[in-house]
């Protein structure tokens, strides 16, 4: 069931698989996506390098192979990791591209949503900073309801999980401190489009 992306969709305008809107920030992780596959999955994950500490360019290094191992001594943990997303959120509602949203991000790793394996064979990874368990801030929220309205208007998205969610034992983010309420009042959805073990109650928080 293909959402109703309402009104939020204006203004956000589409160049190829390059929402306008962001601050494109090309990553070299990326490949095709399967011949015939259906974009229709929002994965939300979290991050923050290091964790907790927020606003530095550490992630935007992380996602396009820059980071400095020796940086900081939890670099060490992580190591030659090539990862990326399609999209990064800011504390301040920023919003950042790394991957054509037509194109294959590495975000979910092993995972399965709805019977179906290999999440990022069909789907769009979105990056919030922070950490997991703690909140999240308005401006995110604002961003990720513009985006995610406007990706409905370009694919047929029919789900949106956290990618603890898709990756349950694994994967903890984007956590308790994520407010599913607010995200499904502002982009009013149907309940389906979420995870059944999500509070899906209108949140009081505009």
């Known amino acids: 069931m293909r959402p109703d992306t309402g009104g939020t969709r204006t203004g956000w305008r ?3 698989g390059w929402l306008q809107a962001a601050r494109h920030c090309p990553s070299p992780n990326f490949g095709p996506r399967p011949e015939g596959t259906g974009i229709d999955l929002i994965v939300l994950h979290s991050i923050s390098l290091p964790p907790g500490v927020y606003g530095g360019p550490e992630v935007e290094q992380l996602f396009t192979n820059q980071l400095d191992w020796t940086a900081h001594p939890y670099f060490e943990q992580i190591r030659g990791v090539e990862v990326s997303a399609h999209f990064f959120i800011r504390r301040d509602g920023e919003l950042v591209q790394f991957v054509d949203a037509d194109a294959r991000a590495w975000h979910a790793g092993a995972s399965c949503w709805r019977g179906r394996g290999n999440c990022n064979d069909h789907s769009v990874g979105i990056e919030l900073e922070g950490l ?3 909140p999240f801030e308005p401006a995110q929220y604002g961003t990720l309801t513009r985006l995610c309205a ?3 208007t370009r694919y047929p998205i029919a789900h949106i999980a956290g990618h603890e969610h898709i990756a ?3 994967k903890q983010d984007p ?10 009042h502002s982009l009013r959805w149907a309940d389906a489009c979420f995870p059944q073990d999500t509070d899906h109650t209108p949140s009081t928080l505009g």
């Not at 956590?175 to 499904?184: E, S, T, V």
């Open 175 to 184: 956590g308790p401190g994520f407010d599913w309420q607010r995200l499904h």
């Open 132 to 134: 997991e368990g703690e």
């Open 168 to 170: 349950p034992g694994r």
């Open 14 to 16: 589409w160049a190829g």
């Open 150 to 152: 406007s990706l409905a």
